[in-house]
């Protein structure tokens, strides 16, 4: 069973957090902003922070392993589901396999896919997931440090956040090597485009201006791919709003999901 946290009262709200990262990457920013509105689950992947990693080995075999463990991890009344990066696409797949489950769906920092490919561009190149994968059979510490920093390009505070958030996360438990390895797979072949028509939750795409991983420029394709979902853009941010840009990207998440309405242009 994968590590759930629960914290705060009010609607259910599900928070999956994306690679190299765990639970605490932004529990100060759930127990402030969040909690106060919402009963929080927060749920680890497998492999990362105090959940197992699962036994798999395909691309096909690691998503629908990572999908059930997900699921099981779900809380039992129906809620609303929030997937940052990596857990950003594993939330669209709940979202279509279990849709009872989930009320409304927000992206955060996420895309349908996060590699690019022919007609998607607006994504990472192949060969830095392939970097990633050759590092990790190198040095393990070297690449989390690497992509860690790498998050935080782009915002106007990069350097002082970069830095704290580097010395927050070396001293965490570091995730486990196979969720490192089936994590990036998934990042690698992941791919929902032609699934987003067929969500029928209410969906919002809550993105960084100046995001490195996930240009914000891809919600130009969204009309013909989800023309009913609501997108918002936190100014300055990078790949982590929720940590640079606390007060925009709670308050964006509690007009959708409390009233309907989008808070930040």
Request: proline share 8%; glycine share 6%; with cysteine.
């Amino acid at each position: 069973m994968l590590n759930r946290e629960t914290l705060g009262h009010g609607p259910h709200l599900t928070l999956i957090h994306g690679w190299a990262a765990d639970n605490g990457v932004w529990k100060p920013w759930v127990e402030t902003y969040l909690a106060p509105h919402f009963t929080c689950h927060l749920i680890e992947l497998p492999g990362f922070g105090d959940s197992p990693p699962v036994e798999a080995d395909t691309p096909e075999a690691i998503r629908t392993a990572w999908r059930q463990a997900l699921i099981e991890a779900l809380p039992d009344e129906p809620t609303a589901l929030l997937g940052w990066s990596l857990g950003g696409l594993m939330a669209q797949d709940i979202a279509l396999h279990a849709s009872e489950r989930v009320t409304h769906l927000v992206g955060l920092c996420t895309t349908p896919r996060f590699v690019q490919a022919d007609g998607w561009r607006h994504a990472v190149p192949p060969r830095l997931v392939g970097e990633f994968i050759e590092t990790l059979a190198l040095d393990v510490a070297l690449l989390l440090k690497r992509f860690w920093m790498l998050q935080w390009r782009g915002d106007p505070n990069a350097r002082k956040l970069m830095k704290q958030f580097v010395q927050e996360m070396t001293s965490r438990r570091l995730p486990s090597l196979t969720g490192l390895r089936q994590g990036l797979e998934l990042l690698r072949t992941l791919d929902f485009r032609a699934d987003l028509p067929r969500l029928a939750q209410p969906t919002l795409w809550l993105l960084g201006e100046k995001d490195p991983l996930i240009p914000a420029d891809w919600v130009r394709q969204l009309a013909a791919l989800q023309p009913h979902a609501r997108v918002e853009i936190i100014p300055g941010a990078a790949h982590l709003p929720f940590r640079s840009h606390p007060d925009l990207t709670a308050a964006a998440l509690r007009a959708f999901l409390l009233n309907g309405k989008t808070a930040v242009r």
